[in-house]
Nanobody, 114 residues
């Protein structure tokens, strides 16, 4: 059974940093891309960052230069290093694979507040 488990969220002040982790289990995802999404209440889940199987990355414009996605294929884990956080980054963050889409995990809450 495929499972995604996100972790690393928390409360941080504006300008602070967090590192999110997401581990996929139940299948080998080394050949898939992996993505980070985020969602706030009442809004559609949005794509934040993506990394291909080959390591190519892509980012939402508003996080370019502040966020960095990486992965450890051996651990089936994807990371999101988030720096210079601002209040607009407050959301529940989720990961998923692509093109195969796994069942969504519970996400991890990131709150940026002074």
């Amino acid at each position: 059974q495929v499972q995604l488990v996100e972790s690393g969220g928390g409360l941080v002040q504006p300008g602070g940093s967090l590192r999110l982790s997401c581990t996929a289990s139940g299948s080998d995802f080394s050949g898939d891309g992996m993505r980070w999404y985020r969602q706030t209440p009442g809004k559609v889940r949005e794509l934040v960052a993506a990394i291909t199987s080959g390591g190519r990355t892509n980012y939402k414009d508003s996080v370019k230069g502040r966020f960095a996605i990486s992965r450890d294929k051996a651990k089936n884990t994807v990371y999101l290093q988030m720096n210079s956080l601002n209040v607009e980054d407050t959301a529940v963050y989720y990961c998923n694979t692509y093109p195969r889409v796994a069942p969504w995990g519970q996400g991890t809450q990131v709150t940026v507040s002074s």
